[in-house]
């Protein structure tokens, strides 16, 4: 996008006081080539869990006032699998998550290990992330500075990069307190000022696990989270920014009701001590272990099963894009809309911590329960236009183009959103 010089220099204005002089004009007599304008500044902000039809509920006003002065998608579809760190780095990177190998939540490499979303180490080796080129490092390494306020990645030096400005993910920082922190960023110096920022929610999603998607704690996480979006533009009119600044709302996945009783006991249907067991949950994992007979295992599972579907992962259906990676486990088995596959110890101890989650995703990413947000707002983008559905790898290619920056490798295709700028952008 080309950003306006005459909008630069408000830019500028407004968080510099060094700025006193307009740039003189060239003579007749001498030719100077203008100096490409600098993009505007992009904030990327996750609301976790958003399902797409949750902007109908009357809870998001500021939200709702964005998508109605900008863009809103009827939906976006999330990559499979339709989980938190497949997706948010799917985002970034435009990759599926086939391709940039984060590929679940819970994952073994043959190298690397055991990967979970409690294990921390883990998150902050860069060689989980590897794969991919997020954003963030493509923008730094041209030139202009980041600052990532909680996302997926953020937390290791992928390829030995990090943010110019990030913050360890800490769940007890509240809405309002990541808003204060990305305006603290954009009050920087003009020199350390980001042109990329992430903002991350994760309210919602935890709404809709405790308690199912159509809970009251939903609508009011809904509230929570939109406050805090109006804290957001309140701030970014102080600072005379708001109409200069290019804003991005996405979500990673959407949520469904999976009542405690919908459950596959995996366990009465192979002997899980002959198997490796990766995951539970909505995508649940096998690999073979030794001295046992794993092709006979694969036989019974991919078989019709009531509440789940089972493949080796080369028999993975091709529109999932999915089971090329060498950290997806040789079998899957991916559970019906509202069903999720545990075991009874592990259903039993939820039960006795009080972590029972009625709220599920991961399902089909083709479902009408899984998909996402997309809404855009600022100087780059039409004002009430509606976008059809579009999957969420489309995203990047919009971002680089917006930050006139050359796109790392990706499955992203920007002619599917193109239709979301304004003519000339």
Wanted: proline share 9%; charged share 20%.
């Amino acid at each position: 996008m080309k950003f306006p010089f005459r909008l630069l220099l408000c830019f500028v204005v407004a968080f510099s006081a060094g700025c006193a002089t307009q740039p003189p004009t060239p003579s007749a007599a001498t030719s100077v080539s203008a100096p490409k304008a600098a993009p505007a500044p992009l904030l990327l902000i996750s609301i976790d869990g958003y399902r797409a039809d949750y902007i109908e509920r009357n809870q998001s006003p500021v939200l709702a006032s964005l998508a109605k002065d900008g863009v809103k998608a009827e939906s976006m579809q999330p990559s499979f699998p339709s989980l938190t760190f497949p997706n948010h780095y799917t985002i970034v990177t435009g990759l599926r998550p086939d391709h940039h190998g984060m590929v679940n939540n819970t994952m073994r490499d043959p190298q690397l290990g055991e990967f979970t979303l409690s294990n921390r180490e883990a998150g902050a080796d860069g060689r989980w992330w590897a794969q991919g080129t997020p954003l963030w490092e493509t923008a730094g390494r041209s030139g202009l500075k980041t600052a990532t306020m909680f996302w997926p990645g953020t937390e290791a030096p992928i390829h030995d990069y990090r943010p110019d400005h990030w913050r360890p993910y800490d769940a007890a920082v509240t809405p309002d307190q990541r808003v204060d922190q990305v305006l603290e960023w954009l009050d920087l110096p003009a020199d350390q000022r980001p042109s990329f920022l992430t903002l991350y929610f994760d309210d919602v999603d935890h709404a809709g696990h405790e308690h199912g998607p159509d809970s009251p704690q939903v609508n009011a996480a809904l509230g929570k989270v939109d406050a805090a979006l109006a804290r957001l533009v309140d701030g970014l009119k102080q600072r005379q920014l708001f109409d200069h600044i290019n804003l991005i709302l996405v979500s990673d996945h959407g949520m469904a009701s999976a009542p405690a009783k919908n459950s596959v006991m995996i366990e009465k249907l192979i002997p899980l001590d002959h198997v490796q067991t990766v995951s539970k949950g909505v995508l649940a994992g096998f690999n073979p272990k030794p001295g046992y007979d794993f092709a006979k295992i694969e036989a019974k599972l991919e078989k019709p099963q009531k509440h789940m579907q089972c493949w080796d992962k080369t028999r993975v259906p091709a529109r999932f894009i999915y089971g090329n990676n060498p950290r997806v486990p040789q079998l899957l088995c991916l559970a019906n809309v509202g069903w999720h596959i545990t075991t009874k110890a592990d259903q039993a101890k939820k039960l006795k911590d009080g972590k029972l989650s009625l709220g599920e995703h991961g399902y089909d990413n083709s479902d009408p329960s899984m998909q996402a947000l997309f809404v855009a707002h600022g100087p780059a983008f039409r004002e009430g236009a509606q976008l059809p559905s579009f999957p969420n790898v489309d995203v990047y290619p919009l971002m680089t183009h917006l930050l006139q920056l050359a796109p790392a490798k990706n499955d992203g295709d920007f002619d599917a959103v193109k239709e979301a700028l304004k003519p000339g952008m």
